[in-house]
């Protein structure tokens, strides 16, 4: 309505060490003339890390982070 669209959603995250966890979403999207022109998600970062590997974050932390932006102030 008003060219907002909520959704809700879960994935299912499976690790090769064999954790597995339903993550559920809410997302919104801003929709301008049939195009998507903002999309956020919105997920418990909790439920993740409790069924994560225990050294899943420090190998997440130590790859490739070169694409990630702060797009704090931009917003």
């Not at 049939?34 to 899943?56: E, H, N």
Request: charged letters at 20%; aromatic letters at 10%.
């Amino acid at each position: 309505e008003g060219g907002i669209v909520v959704t809700e959603h879960t994935e299912m995250w499976e690790w090769p060490t064999g954790e597995t966890v339903t993550l559920p979403f809410v997302s919104v999207q801003h929709v301008e003339d049939g195009t998507i022109t903002l999309w956020k998600d919105y997920w418990d970062l909790g439920t993740l890390m409790d069924a994560a590997p225990p050294d899943w974050m420090e190998q997440l932390m130590g790859g490739d982070m070169s694409w990630m932006t702060d797009v704090t102030g931009l917003i």
